[in-house]
């Protein structure tokens, strides 16, 4: 079977598992062992070497997802994301990064890069333009973020990838709001993919976890690096996370057909001011959303109008639980100018955009009936 040719639903629930060749149970079995018998220089197993049986099967999912020779599996997106970036930069390199990012990974870069000695420029926005100006001399990767959080901006995933091959730097991306459902960034000739596995790979709320997929030498690079800082995944919850990944397909087209529904309809309610969602005709990059993806993703954000007070409305909700994280089946919404953003002053977020009238809302699967009548009411108690 080539796994190529396999479907979505497919790959999410039998590439990557692991035989029980002993009794013939119908699912992976959970290899728990931390100490295995030396065989080969070769093959080495280890925990920490990302390469247990339940670590190395679920890899060849991701890989198999992202469209990719290899993958590895990280105990969060951050272990992720760092071992990506100190594999991939050194002392005396520049990495340009979007300026719209995760905030986990802006921190990153802040407080940890002049430990290293490694340079880096944040763009002035997401356009092609923003991202050849950041560029030095001594630049080595380009990250980006898209759909970004929370305001939903796109950014050029084939130009970007085609600015670092033109100038022989590496290109990067975090995936995690989009997830392979809805976007393959390496079909568009990015390098590099990153998830935070927490969130739709998990999709349920209970994993920490997350993952790098890429060519099998790039991985090469990221394993050495990353057995050196061990942030490898315990085999149980690497279980659980294949456990989780078996519906991500039927899980995330079923949370992005709410969110498409969800965002046309507030679009039109009288007490919502603005809705950001790729998906909508009136997003700024609509076409390019609708060039470079599968779907829309089933994050998006809205502005309550002027005098609705944005705390009054999430504690008015009864369904939609109010929640720092995002992705699981079950809808939940933030305001980003009391969480994620609360430590900007008022004067940067207007500058980036975050009123304090916004709420970032990740769709689950709820019923949209309930999902709308939870917020109809909200918004008519406040
Ligand atoms: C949550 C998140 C991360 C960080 O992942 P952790 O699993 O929390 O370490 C990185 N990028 C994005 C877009 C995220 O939402």
């Known amino acids: ?26 699912v992976s079995p959970m ?33 198999a997802l992202e469209h990719t020779e290899a993958a590895m599996i990280f105990g969060s997106g951050m272990a992720a994301i760092s071992t990506m970036f100190l594999a991939f930069l050194k ?18 870069i802040k407080e940890e890069f002049p430990k290293y000695g490694i ?23 380009i990250h980006i973020e898209t759909p970004s959080n929370p305001l939903m901006t796109i950014t050029d995933i084939k130009a970007v990838a085609q600015l670092g091959k033109s100038k ?73 996370l294949e456990r989780s990944m078996k519906t991500l397909g039927l899980r995330v087209k079923a949370q992005t057909k709410n969110a498409m529904k969800l965002a046309k309809w507030l679009d039109k309610h009288p007490k919502i001011a603005k809705v950001y969602y790729p998906g909508l005709k009136s997003h700024p990059e609509y076409k390019l959303a609708k060039s470079q993806m599968k779907g829309f993703g089933a994050m998006l954000s809205f502005e309550l109008i002027e005098g609705l007070e944005s705390h009054a409305f999430q504690n008015a909700l009864q369904l939609i639980k109010s929640s720092m994280s995002l992705a699981g089946v079950e809808s939940t919404m933030l ?41 109809d009411k909200a918004l008519s108690q406040i």
Not at 92 to 108: A, E, K, P, R
Request: hydrophobic share 35%; charged share 20%.
């Open 91 to 108: 002392q005396g390199d520049h990495l340009v990064v979007q300026n719209t990012l995760y905030g986990g990974t802006v921190n990153f």
């Open 31 to 63: 290899y728990l062992s931390s100490s295995y018998q030396f065989l080969d220089v070769d093959v080495k197993r280890y925990p920490r070497y990302f390469n247990t049986p339940n670590q190395e099967f679920l890899s060849k999912k991701i890989a």
């Open 168 to 240: 022989s730097i590496f290109t990067s991306i975090d995936n995690t709001f989009a997830s392979p459902v809805n976007q393959n960034p390496i079909d568009m000739g990015i390098d590099m993919v990153m998830h935070s596995a927490t969130k739709y790979f998990g999709g349920h709320s209970d994993i920490c976890a997350g993952a790098v997929a890429s060519s099998a030498v790039h991985i090469e690079r990221i394993w050495n690096v990353g057995k050196n800082l061990g942030g490898s995944l315990s085999d149980m919850t690497v279980w659980m």
């Open 1 to 26: 079977m080539s796994k190529d040719k396999l479907g979505l639903n497919t790959i999410c629930t039998h590439v990557g598992e692991v035989k029980d060749e002993q009794f013939k149970g119908a």
């Open 119 to 141: 340079e880096y420029t944040f763009t002035n926005g997401y356009s092609i333009e923003d991202f050849e100006a950041a560029i030095q001399p001594n630049t080595t990767l």
């Open 335 to 375: 305001s980003p100018h009391l969480t994620s953003h609360s430590l900007l002053t008022q004067t940067e977020r207007d500058a980036i955009g975050i009123s304090d009238q916004l709420i970032r809302f990740s769709v689950g699967i709820e019923s949209i009936k309930d999902l709308k009548h939870d917020i």
